[in-house]
């Protein structure tokens, strides 16, 4: 089945420093990926959607200069995480699916990310 | 986007069926019934998901009323590793073809 490989698990970085997240598409290209935010006891909240070779869509409310998303290729996108806070602390999860696919979508393992 | 309502929280005895609701009275012609399911620290997973027809897989079963406004998954033996939450999730059929999850029916399995 697909699968998408999320990297890293866990990072904990000092305030003011960024952080970069990775989503790969193993098995199979994703034309379009989505990124969540999730905080403790909360549900997932969508922040941006990118697609391969263009600009990401970001959700209202959600800094685009702050958190910045790349799409280069049709197998991989990032989330970096600028200048972090200790309110950025939270769990991010990517999600992907193929472009012409109305099956279910695949999602990472999640990015625990700690800024202290 | 339409949206979905579903109990805050379900338990079940284990090896027992478990029927988890889920009512989308706004539901368009064109939006899918997407079911996912999380486990503490992990991304969702996909469970099932379906359009008018009931759907049936190895992890679960999707019974679509037929008026298409409500929906239960039916997990047919419940195990352990079943206890998450479960998200039920319309997928519009165009557009950006984004999930955005409520906060779906956390289920508990009692040995």
């Known amino acids: 089945g697909a699968v998408v490989s999320q990297h890293p698990s866990r990072v904990i970085c000092k305030s003011g420093t960024s952080v970069k997240i990775e989503c790969r598409s193993l098995?199979?290209?994703?034309?379009?990926m989505f990124w969540y935010r999730q905080f403790p006891k909360q549900s997932l909240m969508l922040m941006a959607t990118?697609?391969?070779?263009?600009?990401?869509?970001?959700e209202q409310g959600v800094e685009k200069d702050k958190f910045l998303i790349n799409h280069a290729s049709l197998t991989l996108s990032t989330l970096t995480v600028t200048s972090a806070h200790p309110e950025d602390s939270s769990f991010y999860i990517c999600s992907a699916r193929a472009g012409t696919s109305n099956y279910g979508y695949t999602f990472g393992s999640g990015t625990r990310l700690t800024v202290v | 986007d339409a949206k979905t309502t579903q109990p805050n929280s379900m338990e079940s005895n284990e090896e027992e069926p478990v029927h988890l609701p889920c009512n989308h009275s706004?539901?368009?012609?064109?939006?899918?019934i997407h079911w996912y399911r999380q486990l503490p620290s992990q991304g969702p997973e996909y469970v099932i998901h379906?359009?008018?027809s009931n759907v049936n897989n190895r992890m679960a079963s999707l019974a679509i009323a037929e008026d298409r406004k409500s929906s239960t998954l039916i997990l047919h033996r419940a195990t352990l590793r079943d206890a998450a939450v479960y998200y039920c999730?319309?997928?519009?059929?165009?557009?950006?073809?984004?999930?955005?999850f409520g906060k779906g029916t956390k289920l508990s399995v009692i040995p």
């Open positions: 990118s697609n391969e070779g263009s600009k990401a869509t970001y």
């Open positions: 098995d199979f290209q994703a034309t379009t």
């Open positions: 999730i319309l997928r519009s059929g165009a557009g950006s073809y984004q999930l955005t």
């Open positions: 379906g359009l008018t």
């Open positions: 706004t539901i368009s012609g064109t939006d899918y």
